[in-house]
T-cell receptor, first 116, second 111 residues
Framework: EAGVAQSPRYKIIEKRQSVAFWCNPI?????LYWYQQILGQGPKLLIQ????????DSQLPKDRFSAERLKGVDSTLKIQPAKLEDSAVYLC??????????????FGPGTRLTVL | SQELEQSPQSLIVQEGKNLTINCTSS?????LYWYKQKYGEGLIFLMM???GGEEKSHEKITAKLDEKKQQSSLHITASQPSHAGIYLC???????????WGAGTKLIIKP
């Protein structure tokens, strides 16, 4: 079974530029998560999708971050414009979860973003 | 809100030695996940514990959830260089089923 795919693996941009990350979850997984992980900290949930609907985006900085999951499969996360404090690893995860319960989340390799 | 504290923050262990990492919650744990992360990369699922007193093992790694369900420990026997990395615990929130995370324990294995 193929794992969660993410691209790019690394990205370096100047502040105020825009950037987009792509994620393809494990086939058949209904729920997709985007996390931001700053060095030395645990992951912080940015947005959770179930199929193509948003379940939780309470911690997504909506003035600069946006995400979509068209057709309930792959997803993109965009930052526009980027700030220095956005430098982090962006993790995508997926799970079989289909309702109000938890299930094991499987993570992609992450995208390491550096904003200069 | 629920918080997870991991200890120690970092650990340097001689290859072949045993070690233990702890994850302590401010509230009762309903589901506790252990993941391993190589620096700057994705998280690899290790184990999930749900019942008080539960213990699971995978190769040389054993995880336990204590009876009172507010602490979990991860024990590595006869450590190897492949065990090096960051170990993260994640717990189900009692309010919205999201995972809350500890800050991680960085493990270095000295040859």
């Amino acid at each position: 079974e193929a794992g969660v795919a993410q691209s790019p693996r690394y990205k370096i941009i100047e502040k105020r530029q825009s950037v987009a990350f792509w994620c393809n979850p494990i086939s058949g997984h209904a729920t997709l998560y985007w996390y931001q992980q700053i060095l030395g900290q645990g992951p912080k949930l940015l947005i959770q999708f179930q199929n193509n609907g948003v379940v939780d985006d309470s911690q997504l900085p909506k003035d600069r971050f946006s995400a979509e999951r068209l057709k309930g499969v792959d997803s993109t996360l965009k930052i526009q414009p980027a700030k220095l404090e956005d430098s982090a690893v962006y993790l995508c995860a997926s799970s079989r979860r289909t309702g109000p319960s938890t299930d094991t989340q499987y993570f992609g390799p992450g995208t390491r973003l550096t904003v200069l | 809100s629920q918080e997870l504290e991991q200890s120690p923050q970092s650990l340097i262990v001689q290859e072949g030695k045993n070690l233990t990492i702890n994850c302590t919650s401010s509230k009762t744990l309903y589901g506790l996940y252990w993941y391993k992360q190589k620096y700057g990369e994705g998280l690899i699922f290790l184990m999930m514990l749900q019942k008080g007193g539960e213990e699971k093992s995978h190769e040389k790694i054993t995880a336990k959830l204590d009876e009172k369900k507010q602490q979990s420990s991860l024990h590595i026997t006869a450590s190897q260089p492949s065990h090096a990395g960051i170990y993260l615990c994640g717990a189900e929130s009692d309010s919205n089923y999201q995972l809350i995370w500890g800050a991680g324990t960085k493990l270095i294995i000295k040859p």
